[in-house]
């Protein structure tokens, strides 16, 4: 079964926001929208500083907190494991932005596809769709991978079937050490950040 | 790095402020039935005009019945059902008062039991998924619901009533209080527990002896929760934000 | 929906493939070019900055047609009153004044140009302005040396000093295999563009281990190892520090001894006065027979002007000996106190430094055996400018030298050049001198030679020999002179006067340069300014004339990609891409080329320009594809040319693929040798040794040129003069910025990633996705300076020198030194759009341009001591 996974991996993540970029375009999203973007982080005190950049969006979870709270039930969740926005049911109540943990929602007026319903990363789910109609593989093929990953210089983003134990980012969650975003809340996000590799 | 939200603003805090007191008015009306039907009817009119707020907030308003479209997991889809049978039960009261009375009554406590679960349901932000939200939305709305109510018609009954509320939403929010600290509401916490509680606890005792401050009592009793959830929506919601359980390795380790 | 190929080359750090998609005719988005993956060191992708030019080709305030200034007032608060004028009448006014020129002369009574251009940074716009250097080319002499932020916002002191010790204008590490890196405030994440970022993030992966030395933690801090939080301009000292430990406290077979005493001078006998031991007979330095030594020779000991210092029985030491006892008291102890880092930190380093150096392996790259040796140390801007830049400089390259890791696979590399000559080929740069050492085109310093009388207003050729006499070296001299010495002309020199024409293409000196507001007061007298213009701006405010060159995605050109270029462009490949139009230019928007041969035609040099062309001007020799020299040709038929020459020389004449092959294509490449990466085999095959550690050429030209300005009264460079030095001792560097206790504060700034090189400044969404980075907000200062300050943050609050201030909002950090405040990029706009709305302040209006801040390269340190309120 698949199930379509994202890692970023922080040690190679710079910040410089080509993916968010990229993403703006890919999806044109309006000034505002960030449907992937990469946090600048600190931790610690001077002169004992760790900076981090942290790309984040919607992590399609296993069990999203967005999903349930929908009254509409624009949002939903493919067998694949993409969680997808019916825009032409969401009423724009924005409940499924407060609901969502990773601040990954947005709604806005100014969106000229997708005016004043909610909206976020879709895993440029419809690149992925067209591309596997064309036979083509997601994270090996560009025509089949979302755009932060095509666009990312220093290789920190990776994107493919993280149930196939052959695919690139089975490799890469088997030989790294890797978390997820708040895995206390019990939302199961399908966005793994790798840190260090294993010992 | 923790952020604000801001999706819901005033009009969505009108639903829980006007919502969760029309409630805790019907059931205030429901104890004290024998006075007058003016708690229905303003119950009735306030939660109308909390879900109006709302549906000035959302998107897409001519789409606005596809909220009924996810009962099986959405509080937002139930409190919007609840709200049907409660105009329906409370329309029917003023026509015939029993039974539809204490079934509005009901209704409403459903309704406010709904409007508590979906805060609760709101995972990433720490002021509302505190379990103990449930309770303080609830008390919070039977206490204002009992001020309002004391604003129309006072009773022994109904100061009773209005002590009993205003000593469980102590309790509750106590409770909530110390499971979600937060600095946006500590004027308010305060409020209510010194106006919201003591003064009104005050007035309502000494409404026993001098009845014309039991409106005071009332005002006292509402006054603050309304703060208190407008502040809870609006000023308190800050998203978890970001954290990270461990710094990324660059290169190699550093001891 | 078609895909467009073209190149992004917005900053030094490219260039940089990429495909447009383009729908109906409107550009919509960029993307990698993915068919370069294989031969582009960057995976064929681009970075953000690339994805702002569908927003720049569609920016609302673009200027579309040609504009003519109204109001001849020029000053910050004069509204130019700009008109719309055709192309015709604009050429028209330019030609005029151009024609009337070459009837006066090309030299006004000074000797200098009557025509000045200003380029952008680092020659990239020259990958944007098609055929126009074949215009000046035709022209003749040209005032190239207005700066608009050389000096100040370059690596000028590793730029020069790189060059002379080992082809190095930019100094990279060998990113794919070096281990241990040093990185005194390089901030290769935010300025190494795609490729740097590629190569250091794989070398993350690898476990390469970077230690970020500076004040406060950059972006490049953050993805380092360690962070070493140095006070400001103290980078020498730490890095003495680091050769004291190597040469006094590890054990001497540590160091590659055979390294130093076979591929250096190091092993050269030096005189009593400081000069080489010479053979009585050639002239030759005498080598010692050991590394550390002592000996007596029958020698001449020859100095400046080729004055006779000894002869006879002379003694001397070998320079490596000088080398220790002068490192001697630069313990980490010593450091400590200077640069404010613990000294058993200090020592740490230069043993891990050590110890990764490998000293004695060897490594086979492409059948050759090479010496591995993975240790670097790069130096970012500030720190390789201005006062301290030498000696920074200096200690870089000693420390690869010690352990041999200079120019071999793993060490330092110096990528490029472009004072020394062939500028494609550093490798065929590579000469002998007389010393055995690599020449060098020093300007000359000798009594016949020197001369008084500069080409250009900077008058690099008087001032600075190091900054040679090539196309380049106008923009590598002390650019701020031009601007400086208009008011003041210090004696000697003839008087600075203003150019009759300035032209103006991608560079905004008004907000990019020091002491901005000096700058624009001498903008206002600026007779005559042709701004080929974007956008209004800063500059550009100043202009006469407005013209719109087609833009990225509009226009057409090709140009060399590959080989071994700046900061981590060495690549396995090289070749051509083609810049082409992905979509028709936007309103009366023309291409660069047309505009030039419009201009040649008009001013009656259409064949010494389609000469210039035909010669090569335009990056290849175009041979049996050249242009007929006597008609104006149509900017496809000369890039046609140029794609044919290109496609002929690249196939080794088999193949002559015209424009319409290059614009399917997009590149076409072949293989680059990676042992071409490392200039070392080059000069151990031709018998030559790096000159290091001692600079007796340095001494010698320092002291010739002393006397050529003293001979004429020319005493206001003397401090200058102090730099040339054999050794170079450390001086209290950070002193020099010392303004008194009522300014405590360092204020630095530091390389946006998103805002590099400054061009997409007026992009909205590139300002979007920048905020999500700190700093792009405001200032950033230490949380706990802020707490002590009362300052929250969003406060606004003042920075000010004594003479100038400016407001920001504070942005309180931990990664910063309590005593460093710092502002991100350059901004401070108030005429371009968008950028003039960000409320950001830039330090170069609080920067002094001063001659007591200019160090003998000519350069200056983007930095300045500030104090720090809440604003009222």
Same mark, same amino acid.
């Given at each position: 079964?698949?199930?379509?996974?994202?890692?970023?991996?922080?040690?190679? #993540?710079?910040?410089?926001?080509?993916?968010?970029?990229?993403?703006?375009?890919?999806?044109?999203?309006?000034?505002?929208?960030?449907?992937?973007?990469?946090?600048?982080?600190?931790?610690?005190?001077?002169?004992?500083?760790?900076?981090?950049? @942290?790309? @984040?969006? #919607?992590?399609?979870?296993?069990?999203?907190?967005?999903?349930?709270?929908?009254?509409?039930?624009?949002?939903?969740?493919?067998?694949?494991?993409?969680?997808?926005?019916? !825009?032409?049911?969401?009423?724009?109540?924005?409940?499924?932005? @407060?609901? #969502?943990? !990773?601040?990954?929602?947005?709604?806005?007026?100014?969106?000229?596809?997708?005016?004043?319903?909610?909206?976020?990363?879709?895993?440029?789910?419809?690149?992925?769709?067209?591309?596997?109609?064309?036979?083509?593989?997601?994270?090996?093929?560009?025509?089949?991978?979302?755009?932060?990953?095509?666009?990312?210089?220093?290789?920190?983003?990776?994107?493919?079937? @993280?149930?196939?134990?052959?695919?690139?980012?089975?490799?890469?969650?088997?030989?790294?050490?890797?978390?997820?975003?708040?895995?206390?809340?019990?939302?199961?996000?399908?966005? !793994?950040?790798?840190?260090?590799?294993?010992? | 790095?923790?952020?604000?939200?801001?999706?819901?603003?005033?009009?969505? &805090?009108?639903?829980?402020?006007?919502?969760?007191?029309?409630?805790?008015?019907?059931?205030?009306?429901?104890?004290?039935?024998?006075?007058?039907?003016?708690?229905?009817?303003?119950?009735?009119?306030?939660?109308?005009?909390?879900?109006?707020?709302?549906?000035?907030?959302?998107?897409?308003?001519?789409?606005?019945?596809?909220?009924?479209?996810?009962?099986?997991? %959405?509080?937002?889809?139930?409190? %919007?059902?609840?709200?049907?049978?409660?105009? %329906?039960?409370?329309?029917?009261?003023?026509?015939?008062?029993?039974?539809?009375?204490?079934?509005?009554?009901?209704?409403?406590?459903?309704?406010?039991?709904?409007?508590?679960?979906?805060?609760? &349901? %709101?995972?990433?932000?720490?002021?509302?998924?505190?379990?103990?939200?449930?309770?303080?939305?609830?008390?919070?709305?039977?206490?204002?619901?009992?001020?309002?109510?004391?604003?129309?018609?006072?009773?022994?009954?109904?100061?009773?009533?209005?002590?009993?509320?205003?000593?469980?939403?102590?309790?509750?929010?106590?409770?909530?209080?110390?499971?979600?600290?937060?600095?946006?509401?500590?004027?308010?916490?305060?409020?209510?527990?010194?106006?919201?509680?003591?003064?009104?606890?005050?007035?309502?005792?000494?409404?026993?002896?001098?009845? &014309?401050?039991?409106?005071?009592?009332?005002?006292?009793?509402?006054?603050?929760?309304?703060?208190?959830?407008?502040?809870?929506?609006?000023?308190?919601?800050?998203?978890?934000?970001?954290?990270?359980?461990?710094?990324?390795?660059?290169?190699?380790?550093?001891? | 929906?078609?895909?467009?190929?073209?190149?992004?080359?917005?900053?030094?750090?490219?260039?940089?493939?990429?495909?447009?998609?383009?729908?109906?005719?409107?550009?919509?988005?960029?993307?990698? $070019?993915?068919?370069?993956?294989?031969?582009?060191?960057?995976?064929?992708?681009?970075?953000?900055?690339?994805?702002?030019?569908?927003?720049?080709?569609?920016?609302?305030?673009?200027?579309?047609?040609?504009?003519?200034?109204?109001?001849?007032?020029?000053?910050?608060?004069?509204?130019?009153?700009?008109?719309?004028?055709?192309?015709?009448?604009?050429?028209?006014?330019?030609?005029?004044?151009?024609?009337?020129?070459?009837?006066?002369?090309?030299?006004?009574?000074?000797?200098?140009?009557?025509?000045?251009?200003?380029?952008?940074?680092?020659?990239?716009?020259?990958?944007?302005?098609?055929?126009?250097?074949?215009?000046?080319?035709?022209?003749?002499?040209?005032?190239?040396?207005?700066?608009?932020?050389?000096?100040?916002?370059?690596?000028?002191?590793?730029?020069?000093?790189? *060059?002379?010790?080992?082809?190095?204008?930019?100094?990279?590490?060998?990113?794919?295999?070096?281990?241990?890196?040093?990185?005194?405030?390089? $901030?290769?994440?935010?300025?190494?563009?795609?490729?740097?970022?590629?190569?250091?993030?794989?070398?993350?992966?690898?476990?390469?281990?970077?230690?970020?030395?500076?004040?406060?933690?950059?972006?490049?801090?953050?993805?380092?190892?360690?962070?070493?939080?140095?006070?400001?301009?103290?980078?020498?000292?730490?890095?003495?520090?680091?050769?004291?430990?190597?040469?006094? *406290?590890?054990?001497?077979?540590?160091?590659?001894?055979?390294?130093?005493?076979?591929?250096?001078?190091?092993?050269?006998?030096?005189?009593?006065?400081?000069?080489?031991?010479?053979?009585?007979?050639?002239?030759?330095?005498?080598?010692?027979?050991?590394?550390?030594?002592?000996?007596?020779?029958?020698?001449?000991?020859?100095?400046?002007?080729?004055?006779?210092?000894?002869?006879?029985?002379?003694?001397?030491?070998?320079?490596?000996?000088?080398?220790?006892?002068?490192?001697?008291?630069?313990?980490?102890?010593?450091?400590?106190?200077?640069?404010?880092?613990?000294?058993?930190?200090?020592?740490?380093?230069?043993?891990?430094?050590?110890?990764?150096?490998?000293?004695?392996?060897?490594?086979?790259? *492409?059948?050759?055996?090479?010496?591995?040796? /993975?240790?670097?140390?790069?130096?970012?801007?500030?720190?390789?400018?201005?006062?301290?830049?030498?000696?920074?400089?200096?200690?870089?390259?000693?420390?690869?030298?010690?352990?041999?890791?200079?120019?071999?696979?793993?060490?330092?590399?110096?990528?490029?050049?472009?004072?020394?000559?062939?500028?494609?080929?550093?490798?065929?740069?590579? +000469?002998?001198?007389?010393?055995?050492?690599?020449?060098?085109?020093?300007?000359?310093?000798?009594?016949?030679?020197?001369?008084?009388?500069?080409?250009?207003?900077?008058?690099?050729?008087?001032?600075?020999?190091?900054?040679?006499?090539?196309?380049?070296?106008?923009?590598?001299?002390?650019?701020?002179?031009?601007?400086?010495?208009?008011?003041?002309?210090?004696?000697?020199?003839? +008087?600075?006067?203003?150019?009759?024409?300035?032209?103006?293409?991608?560079?905004?000196?008004?907000?990019?340069?020091?002491?901005?507001?000096?700058?624009?007061?001498?903008?206002?007298?600026?007779?005559?300014?042709?701004?080929?213009?974007?956008?209004?701006?800063?500059?550009?405010?100043?202009?006469?004339?407005?013209?719109?060159?087609?833009?990225?995605?509009?226009?057409?050109?090709?140009?060399?990609?590959?080989?071994?270029?700046?900061?981590?462009?060495?690549?396995?490949? *090289?070749?051509?891409?083609?810049?082409?139009?992905?979509?028709?230019? +936007?309103?009366?928007?023309?291409?660069?080329?047309?505009?030039?041969?419009?201009?040649?035609? +008009?001013?009656?040099?259409?064949?010494?320009?389609?000469?210039?062309?035909?010669?090569?001007?335009?990056?290849?020799?175009?041979?049996?594809?050249?242009?007929?020299?006597?008609? /104006?040709?149509?900017?496809?038929?000369?890039?046609?040319?140029?794609?044919?020459?290109?496609?002929?020389?690249?196939?080794?004449?088999?193949?002559?693929?015209?424009?319409?092959?290059?614009?399917?294509?997009?590149?076409?490449?072949?293989?680059?040798?990676?042992?071409?990466?490392?200039?070392?085999?080059?000069?151990?095959?031709?018998?030559?040794?790096?000159?290091?550690?001692?600079?007796?050429?340095?001494?010698?030209?320092?002291?010739?040129?002393?006397?050529?300005?003293?001979?004429?009264?020319?005493?206001?460079?003397?401090?200058?003069?102090?730099?040339?030095?054999?050794?170079?001792?450390?001086?209290?560097?950070?002193?020099?910025?010392?303004?008194?206790?009522?300014?405590?504060?360092?204020?630095?700034?530091?390389?946006?990633?998103?805002?590099?090189?400054?061009?997409?400044?007026?992009?909205?969404?590139?300002?979007?996705?920048?905020?999500?980075?700190?700093?792009?907000?405001?200032?950033?200062?230490?949380?706990?300076?802020?707490?002590?300050?009362?300052?929250?943050?969003?406060?606004?609050?003042?920075?000010?020198?004594?003479?100038?201030?400016?407001?920001?909002?504070?942005?309180?950090?931990?990664?910063?030194?309590?005593?460093?405040?710092?502002?991100?990029?350059?901004?401070?706009?108030?005429?371009?759009?968008?950028?003039?709305?960000?409320?950001?302040?830039?330090?170069?209006?609080?920067? /002094?341009?001063?001659?007591?801040?200019?160090?003998?390269?000519?350069?200056?340190?983007?930095?300045?001591?500030?104090?720090?309120?809440?604003?009222?």
């Amino acid at each position: 079964m698949t199930r379509w996974a994202m890692v970023a991996d922080l040690r190679r #993540c710079v910040g410089c926001q080509t993916c968010t970029a990229a993403c703006k375009q890919a999806n044109q999203t309006p000034p505002g929208v960030q449907w992937r973007r990469v946090l600048d982080m600190e931790m610690g005190e001077f002169p004992d500083v760790k900076r981090a950049f @942290v790309p @984040v969006g #919607c992590m399609h979870c296993d069990d999203p907190p967005c999903m349930h709270v929908c009254p509409s039930t624009a949002t939903r969740k493919r067998a694949d494991g993409i969680v997808t926005i019916d !825009y032409d049911l969401c009423i724009g109540c924005a409940y499924c932005a @407060v609901a #969502c943990p !990773y601040q990954a929602r947005y709604k806005s007026s100014d969106d000229a596809l997708r005016p004043d319903v909610a909206t976020k990363c879709t895993f440029c789910v419809e690149r992925i769709d067209a591309g596997l109609a064309q036979g083509l593989k997601p994270s090996v093929d560009p025509e089949a991978t979302p755009a932060c990953v095509n666009s990312c210089i220093a290789q920190a983003l990776h994107f493919g079937d @993280v149930e196939d134990p052959n695919s690139n980012i089975a490799a890469l969650l088997a030989e790294n050490q890797h978390f997820r975003m708040h895995e206390e809340l019990g939302t199961g996000p399908r966005f !793994y950040y790798l840190w260090d590799r294993k010992a | 790095m923790n952020w604000l939200q801001k999706h819901w603003d005033a009009r969505a &805090a009108l639903n829980f402020m006007l919502g969760g007191a029309g409630a805790g008015l019907m059931i205030a009306g429901a104890l004290v039935y024998a006075q007058t039907l003016a708690p229905v009817v303003l119950s009735l009119a306030l939660v109308a005009t909390g879900l109006g707020a709302v549906w000035l907030e959302i998107g897409k308003k001519l789409r606005a019945l596809n909220v009924f479209f996810n009962p099986m997991t %959405s509080w937002m889809t139930r409190e %919007s059902f609840v709200a049907l049978l409660l105009f %329906s039960f409370g329309g029917a009261a003023l026509v015939k008062p029993q039974p539809f009375l204490p079934m509005a009554a009901l209704a409403a406590l459903a309704f406010v039991w709904c409007q508590g679960r979906i805060l609760r &349901a %709101s995972r990433g932000i720490p002021a509302w998924r505190a379990p103990q939200i449930v309770l303080l939305i609830v008390s919070t709305g039977l206490a204002e619901g009992a001020g309002l109510a004391l604003l129309l018609g006072a009773s022994p009954a109904l100061v009773a009533w209005l002590a009993l509320t205003v000593i469980l939403r102590a309790v509750a929010w106590t409770h909530y209080a110390a499971a979600a600290p937060s600095a946006a509401l500590r004027a308010p916490g305060k409020a209510l527990m010194q106006l919201g509680t003591v003064g009104a606890l005050v007035l309502a005792l000494a409404a026993t002896q001098f009845p &014309a401050v039991a409106p005071l009592a009332g005002i006292l009793a509402l006054a603050p929760g309304l703060w208190l959830k407008y502040a809870l929506v609006t000023r308190a919601a800050f998203n978890q934000g970001y954290a990270l359980p461990q710094a990324p390795v660059r290169g190699v380790r550093v001891p | 929906m078609k895909r467009v190929a073209t190149y992004c080359y917005q900053c030094v750090a490219g260039p940089d493939l990429l495909t447009v998609k383009v729908e109906d005719g409107v550009a919509r988005e960029v993307e990698p $070019n993915f068919a370069a993956a294989a031969v582009h060191p960057g995976g064929g992708k681009v970075c953000v900055k690339a994805y702002g030019l569908v927003q720049k080709t569609y920016h609302p305030d673009r200027v579309l047609q040609p504009m003519k200034r109204t109001n001849p007032r020029k000053g910050h608060h004069e509204d130019p009153g700009w008109a719309p004028i055709s192309w015709d009448e604009a050429l028209e006014l330019i030609s005029r004044k151009l024609v009337g020129i070459r009837k006066t002369g090309l030299l006004d009574a000074s000797g200098y140009p009557r025509v000045a251009a200003s380029f952008g940074g680092g020659g990239t716009p020259q990958s944007y302005m098609g055929s126009f250097p074949a215009f000046l080319a035709a022209w003749g002499p040209v005032d190239m040396g207005f700066g608009s932020g050389q000096g100040v916002k370059c690596y000028h002191s590793e730029h020069l000093y790189g *060059e002379l010790w080992h082809r190095g204008f930019t100094v990279s590490p060998d990113t794919p295999l070096t281990e241990y890196l040093i990185s005194c405030g390089a $901030n290769v994440e935010a300025s190494g563009g795609v490729a740097g970022v590629w190569r250091h993030a794989n070398a993350r992966a690898r476990g390469m281990k970077r230690v970020q030395v500076e004040p406060h933690l950059s972006v490049t801090g953050a993805c380092s190892a360690e962070w070493v939080p140095i006070k400001p301009k103290t980078d020498a000292a730490f890095l003495y520090a680091l050769i004291h430990v190597l040469l006094h *406290e590890a054990p001497r077979e540590r160091l590659d001894a055979g390294f130093l005493f076979k591929h250096t001078s190091s092993p050269y006998l030096v005189g009593a006065h400081g000069y080489y031991l010479r053979e009585p007979a050639s002239g030759a330095p005498i080598v010692a027979a050991a590394l550390e030594a002592k000996e007596t020779h029958v020698a001449l000991e020859i100095g400046a002007d080729g004055e006779v210092l000894g002869e006879g029985r002379l003694e001397g030491e070998t320079a490596f000996a000088k080398l220790v006892a002068h490192m001697q008291p630069y313990s980490p102890e010593w450091a400590a106190q200077i640069c404010d880092i613990p000294a058993a930190r200090i020592r740490r380093i230069a043993n891990e430094y050590l110890d990764a150096a490998h000293v004695g392996e060897t490594i086979e790259i *492409e059948g050759k055996t090479l010496p591995f040796r /993975p240790v670097a140390v790069s130096l970012g801007k500030t720190v390789t400018n201005g006062w301290g830049g030498f000696e920074c400089c200096w200690a870089r390259t000693l420390l690869a030298t010690l352990v041999g890791a200079l120019e071999v696979p793993g060490g330092i590399l110096g990528t490029t050049v472009r004072l020394n000559r062939p500028m494609s080929e550093r490798h065929k740069s590579v +000469r002998a001198d007389a010393d055995g050492l690599m020449a060098y085109p020093f300007n000359p310093t000798d009594a016949k030679h020197w001369s008084a009388r500069p080409n250009i207003r900077n008058a690099y050729r008087s001032m600075v020999p190091l900054a040679a006499d090539g196309p380049w070296s106008q923009a590598l001299g002390p650019t701020h002179f031009s601007w400086m010495f208009l008011d003041a002309t210090p004696p000697g020199l003839p +008087r600075v006067t203003l150019p009759e024409v300035w032209f103006l293409y991608r560079t905004n000196p008004a907000i990019s340069f020091w002491d901005t507001a000096a700058l624009e007061d001498r903008m206002t007298r600026f007779p005559f300014v042709v701004a080929f213009a974007f956008t209004r701006d800063e500059t550009n405010h100043y202009a006469d004339v407005l013209l719109p060159d087609a833009t990225d995605l509009e226009s057409l050109q090709l140009i060399r990609i590959g080989g071994s270029k700046y900061i981590e462009q060495f690549w396995d490949h *090289e070749g051509f891409a083609l810049r082409q139009p992905a979509i028709a230019p +936007r309103g009366d928007a023309r291409d660069f080329t047309d505009i030039a041969t419009a201009l040649a035609e +008009r001013t009656g040099l259409l064949e010494p320009y389609n000469a210039a062309i035909n010669k090569g001007t335009l990056g290849v020799r175009l041979g049996e594809f050249a242009l007929d020299v006597a008609t /104006p040709h149509q900017s496809a038929a000369i890039w046609d040319a140029v794609c044919r020459a290109a496609s002929f020389e690249l196939s080794g004449g088999k193949e002559s693929n015209g424009l319409a092959w290059w614009k399917e294509k997009g590149l076409a490449t072949k293989p680059f040798p990676r042992t071409a990466w490392y200039l070392f085999p080059t000069l151990a095959a031709k018998g030559l040794r790096f000159e290091m550690p001692y600079q007796e050429r340095l001494l010698r030209i320092g002291t010739e040129l002393g006397r050529r300005l003293h001979e004429r009264d020319m005493n206001w460079w003397d401090r200058q003069l102090a730099e040339y030095q054999a050794l170079p001792a450390w001086k209290d560097f950070p002193g020099l910025w010392d303004s008194g206790p009522q300014h405590p504060f360092w204020l630095l700034t530091s390389r946006s990633m998103q805002y590099a090189w400054g061009g997409n400044v007026g992009m909205q969404m590139i300002k979007e996705v920048a905020d999500n980075i700190a700093g792009h907000g405001g200032v950033i200062l230490n949380t706990a300076t802020a707490r002590r300050l009362g300052i929250e943050e969003g406060d606004w609050l003042e920075i000010a020198t004594p003479h100038r201030a400016v407001r920001a909002k504070a942005v309180p950090r931990q990664g910063i030194r309590p005593d460093t405040l710092l502002l991100l990029g350059q901004f401070g706009h108030w005429a371009t759009p968008v950028a003039k709305d960000f409320g950001m302040p830039s330090m170069n209006s609080l920067v /002094p341009m001063s001659m007591e801040l200019t160090d003998a390269t000519g350069s200056g340190a983007d930095i300045v001591r500030v104090s720090l309120r809440k604003a009222a």
